[in-house]
């Protein structure tokens, strides 16, 4: 009995690790046994269903816009969001009034390797690309950056109309995969395919980010608390389904087709709305306004002179020297032992990690340093991120508490040692001691004073 019960628990501690793994490929699974099965329906029921779909999918887009600007103030992963879903709403919208009016719904044509189509796909894909760009990476997507995310698309498109309007070369017509192959070395044939390569290329960056994303978190906040990965993974995962899907709709040469596509987007702005609307800012409002240029991560101080200047408002401002200057690295891995001397001092006296909302850059109180200079103090000169080093000093606080404030409760200490909640500070301490803060206590109270 004991040996089936282990079993049976082995079993579902399995279940849960792969818990996200099995949802993916079950909806993989769902997803392409739609796209079969509505590619079977009448002509006449498919056309009813779409206009239901667009109809949902135009009211939840647009309405969801609308309800998150009156209700998040948040940072512009937020706003991008909202973007992202407003475009779309307006999209099916357009669809919907033709359909009504002409009776066939689509802001382009659903045919095979249609360059119409095409470009369109490959807008939105750049559309959907801009939201997990800032949200992994607060701060990083510039106006630049931008423009220069969106050039493959804007480079192809040029080339085919210089080629159509400029030279009159004639396109062929590519309706079925028989004149695909026949067509295969013909320079529009390998446009079409570059346009259908920018979908797979958003994915290939949002993968990058995301794998960087819990170290840069670390380095950056003294707690992980609202740092929600699970919902980009899901994002990321739901552009994967989407990016596929629209393959279909490309190679299919069926318009029933989109009807799935167009489900999977209705499911995808549902579940993305609620966890944008629910979901809590972990960055503070203007974080990112100070020492956050990644490009020219620079130091303050440089050959012992204080770089300052006065502007037009009377506000100091930094002048602030480029990191790939050996003079400043050098001097940098010069001043370490004395930034750290100074950092310690700060967190014995003024003990900033009792603080919920400490974050990286409150250093800069003490240290002339921007972020990038900040991370680095932490990583070279402690060995270890910003999170576990505020850690260390949140867990020898509690364990003063626990020790000197019998009378206060679990829940009392980890209020008044930083962190943010009970669980989280119960989940630290189980990491750093491996017992929980009650057995600690109590371990170290029979020790200290051992019955008679």
């Known amino acids: 009995m004991p040996h089936k019960f282990l079993m049976k ?18 909806i993989l699974f769902l997803v392409a046994v739609g796209h079969y099965f509505f590619m079977q329906m009448s002509l006449e029921s498919f056309r009813y269903i779409r206009q239901s779909v667009i109809s949902m999918l135009c009211f939840l887009c647009l309405g969801g816009a609308y309800m998150l600007m009156l209700r998040k103030k948040g940072g512009r992963a937020d706003a991008l969001f909202v973007f992202l879903m407003f475009m779309v709403g307006l999209t099916n919208l357009l669809s919907l009034i033709k359909g009504l009016t002409t009776g066939y719904a689509g802001v382009v044509e659903y045919k095979f390797m249609s360059f119409s189509m095409l470009i369109y796909g490959s807008v939105y894909a750049y559309i959907f690309l801009l939201y997990p ?12 950056r931008a423009i220069f995310l969106f050039l493959p698309t804007v480079a192809i498109l040029v080339i085919y ?26 320079m529009n044939v390998w446009l079409r395919l570059l346009i259908l390569v920018y979908p797979v290329f958003g994915l290939v960056i949002m993968l990058r980010y995301r794998n960087n994303y819990m170290e840069w978190c670390e380095n950056n906040f003294a707690s992980m ?23 279909v709709v490309v190679f299919s040469d069926n318009v029933r087709s989109v009807l799935m596509h167009n489900i999977i987007f209705l499911f995808f702005f549902l579940y993305g709305f609620y966890r944008v609307l629910f979901h809590k800012n972990p960055y503070p409002e203007g974080y990112f ?18 770089n300052r200047y006065q502007g037009r408002d009377g506000e100091m401002g930094i002048v602030f020297m480029p990191e790939n200057d050996s003079n400043n690295k050098s001097l940098f891995a010069d001043k370490l032992p004395g930034y750290r001397d100074k950092l310690e001092q700060w967190m014995r006296t003024e003990k900033p990690h009792l603080r919920k909302d400490f974050k990286l850059t409150d250093a800069m109180e003490i240290l002339p340093l921007n972020r990038s200079y900040l991370s680095r103090l932490f990583n070279e000169g402690y060995g270890e991120s910003f999170y576990h080093f505020v850690m260390r000093y949140r867990i020898a606080e509690s364990k003063h508490l626990l020790l000197s404030r019998p009378d206060l409760t679990i829940t009392s200490i980890a209020d008044l040692s930083g962190f943010s909640s009970l669980s ?5 301490f189980a990491q750093e001691i491996n017992c929980s803060p009650m057995q600690w206590r109590e371990r170290e109270m029979s020790v200290k004073n051992p019955t008679i």
Not at 289 to 306: F, P, S, V
């Open 9 to 26: 628990n082995n079993l579902l501690k399995s279940l849960s690790r792969y818990k996200r793994a099995i949802i993916y490929t079950v």
């Open 133 to 144: 760009l800032e949200a992994f990476r607060p701060g990083w997507l510039t106006l630049k």
């Open 161 to 186: 109309l210089f080629k159509i309007k400029i030279l009159n070369v004639a396109v062929p017509v590519i309706d079925n995969w028989t004149s695909l192959i026949h067509e295969f070395w013909n």
């Open 225 to 247: 608390e609202n740092i929600d990965i699970k919902w980009l993974e899901d994002y990321i995962f739901g552009n994967l389904v989407i990016t596929l899907s629209c393959e």
């Open 289 to 306: 306004k100070a020492g956050m240029n990644e490009t020219n991560a620079q130091i303050r101080e440089a050959l012992g002179t204080d």
């Open 424 to 428: 989280v500070f119960s989940r630290a």
